[in-house]
């Protein structure tokens, strides 16, 4: 019987997953992950050859982003319900043909259809966490969830420089073909190494959905961490819709700049594994802390940056921001995946839902903001951003001690 075959046991529980599962996990997720960002810098080359008019061109790229929203509260929770190394690889199977679809696609139709299929289907990465905190010790769980964490955004901020160089030389039809034999890969690698994980029986899907109100109302810690990710997220969101029009503006950076910009502030991905070890030293609120302080700080400073040309400096600032949203990510998720195992589904879908909403709204404000008071505003508002979620940290904090 291989690996794939074995259900999780009690001794699995007690020694964890392989390094080579946890590396295989990382890897998958940042893949997944990375479907939503490869459209962004491509939108001039697809949108026009699909026929899409330069006033509806962003659509390119919403279609997926609401695919993933829809798919992070109605297929993630299905990880409560349905045996998870099935689940996964039937989404990543799916992911696939949406990938292909796009690469075909010489209409707008079908290349919107595929996105949503893409962006629906990707939220098999958000099966893939709660699965390896299932399998790890809980005195370990941070260390792991941090590296399948620094997988994830590598994953994102990788998929835009990736993007533009194969774009480069390959066209952007090439960026999609590539993407799905990645998921082929992942899905054979999973098949052999995955174990199954099946959940709990007893409910259908109409009460998982049902329950999920219920869930959020009854776990303050899921309701804290989850605004608090969704402001890091915003910031996060907000800085990166911005950034490539302040890079090009004020630095005079073309698309292959921006690109290496971008490659090297995927460095804050470096922060997860150490945030996950701290954080199993029980650490939790003084990274939360440090990281939203340290958020404002560095958004404030941007501003200085970008006014002196500091290209460096800059690029040091973003690292920073970068490493800070990933580790209140790293020590949210560890807290929530403390409760229930057979709610840890529907946990990790309000939580990324909630999270998913900030960062949308983010993204709008970015371009708002630099439209209408350049990177000073954008660096206020991402300033504000971070000391909103301090504060509501620091008032959640001082709630116990005052009951």
């Not at 819709?241 to 005079?252: D, I, Q, S, V, Y």
């Not at 804050?268 to 609120?285: C, H, K, M, V, Y």
């Not at 040091?316 to 998720?333: E, G, H, P, R, Y």
């Amino acid at each position: 019987m291989s690996v794939a075959d074995t259900p999780v046991a009690a001794a699995d529980l007690e020694t964890g997953p392989s390094s080579a599962l946890i590396t295989l996990v990382a890897i998958s997720t940042g893949a997944l992950v990375a479907n939503l960002y490869y459209a962004q810098p491509l939108i001039a080359s697809i949108a026009p050859e699909i026929g899409i008019s330069p006033d509806l061109a962003g659509s390119v790229v919403s279609v997926t982003q609401i695919g993933y929203g829809a798919g992070l509260f109605l297929l993630v929770s299905l990880a409560d319900l349905v045996e998870n190394r099935q689940l996964v690889l039937i989404m990543l199977g799916f992911t696939t043909l949406g990938l292909i679809g796009a690469a075909l696609s010489t209409t707008a139709v079908p290349f919107f259809l595929a996105s949503f299929l893409i962006g629906l289907c990707s939220t098999g990465a958000q099966i893939l966490i709660p699965l390896i905190a299932h399998l790890v010790p809980a005195n370990r769980r941070g260390r792991v969830v941090g590296n399948v964490m620094a997988g994830v955004l590598t994953g994102i901020m990788l998929a835009r420089p990736v993007a533009l160089f194969i774009a480069a030389s390959f066209g952007w039809r090439a960026v999609f073909w590539c993407s799905a034999v990645l998921m082929l890969g992942i899905g054979t690698a999973l098949v052999r190494v995955m174990p199954q994980h099946k959940p709990r029986g007893g409910m259908h899907y109409g009460q998982i959905l049902a329950s999920m109100a219920g869930l959020l109302r009854d776990m303050p810690i899921l309701r804290q961490r989850a605004v608090y990710q969704a402001l890091m997220f915003a910031a996060f969101n907000l800085f990166w819709t911005a950034a490539p029009l302040m890079l090009a503006e004020h630095f005079g950076l073309n698309e292959h700049g921006i690109g290496l910009f971008a490659l090297a502030g995927a460095g804050g991905a470096l922060a997860a594994p150490i945030a996950g070890r701290l954080a199993d030293r029980g650490l939790t609120s003084a990274l939360t802390a440090g990281a939203m302080a340290a958020l404002a700080l560095c958004f404030y400073a941007t501003g200085w940056a970008a006014a002196a040309l500091a290209l460096a400096v800059l690029l040091v600032l973003t690292i920073v921001i970068d490493a800070a949203v990933q580790v209140n990510q790293v020590v949210s998720q560890r807290l929530i995946f403390s409760g229930a195992p057979e709610t840890r589904g529907r946990v990790n879908a309000l939580y990324m839902t909630i999270t998913f909403v900030g960062g949308a709204l983010g993204s709008i404000l970015g371009t708002v903001t630099y439209h209408g008071g350049g990177w000073t505003a954008t660096a206020t508002l991402g300033g504000l951003i971070g000391l909103l979620a301090l504060a509501l940290f620091a008032l959640q904090a001082r709630a116990p001690r005052a009951a």
